[in-house]
């Protein structure tokens, strides 16, 4: 069984620019979560996708959006690039998008830095 | 806005000493889960509790859920290196996932 993979491993963007990073889920699962981690801090949830659609977003601005595939892969792409956006991106898969208990498996992120 | 305050925020302790972490909300949890974070390393899932008062034990790790559900601890017994790394609790309440502020431990051999 695959587990979740993320690419690329590390950017580096300027300010102004746009970024897309990519998630494969785990075998399965229909339901990928973003979320964007500061050094030190617990992740902040981005949004959420359930077979293709956008089922749940966290305090983002539009320049942050997604993509979900009929394969349940996933992108996340940010415009106009600000420095605080630069952080770890985490995706996360899980089975559905229903469950109080449902257990989430993440990649290993996406190190961003934006100069 | 952080939902679930976590403390301490940072610990550095001795290999073989005991430690708590706390997680706590000022709302009622349906169900709770704790994880922990590698450096280099998306979060891995440690334990769910779902009820008032429950406790549940990974070998070292003994985790207590709060009686009203709005809190929650991890206390490890006799740490290693190996439990470096952040500890977060999180609040999955459907179709969004709320983590908490973090505990980052470090075991010294």
């Known amino acids: 069984e695959t587990g979740v993979t993320q690419s690329p491993t590390h950017l580096i963007k300027t300010r102004g620019q746009q970024v897309t990073l990519r998630c494969s889920s785990q075998s399965g699962h229909n339901t990928v979560s973003w979320y964007q981690q500061a050094l030190g801090q617990g992740p902040q949830f981005i949004f959420q996708y359930y077979r293709e659609e956008e089922n749940g977003r966290g305090n983002f601005p539009p320049r942050f959006s997604g993509l979900q595939f009929p394969n349940y892969s996933s992108e996340l792409n940010v415009n106009a690039l600000e420095l605080d956006d630069s952080a770890l991106y985490l995706c996360?898969?899980?089975?559905?998008?229903?469950?109080?208990?449902?257990?989430?498996?993440f990649g290993p992120g996406t190190r961003l830095t934006v100069l | 806005t952080q939902l679930l305050e976590q403390s301490p925020q940072f610990l550095s302790i001795q290999e073989g000493e005991n430690l708590t972490v706390y997680c706590n909300s000022s709302?009622?949890?349906?169900?709770l889960q704790w994880y922990r974070q590698e450096p280099g390393e998306g979060p891995v899932l440690l334990v769910t509790?779902?009820?008032?008062?429950e406790v549940k034990k990974l070998k070292r790790l003994t985790f207590q859920f709060g009686d009203a559900r709005k809190d929650s601890s991890l206390h490890i017994t006799a740490a290693q290196p190996g439990d470096t790394g952040l500890y977060l609790c999180?609040?999955?309440?459907?179709?969004?996932?709320?983590f908490g502020t973090g505990t980052s431990l470090t075991v010294i051999p």
């Open positions: 509790v779902v009820t008032g008062g």
């Open positions: 709302s009622v949890f349906s169900s």
């Open positions: 996360a898969s899980s089975l559905d998008a229903s469950g109080f208990t449902d257990t989430q498996y």
């Open positions: 999180a609040r999955p309440p459907g179709n969004q996932f709320y």
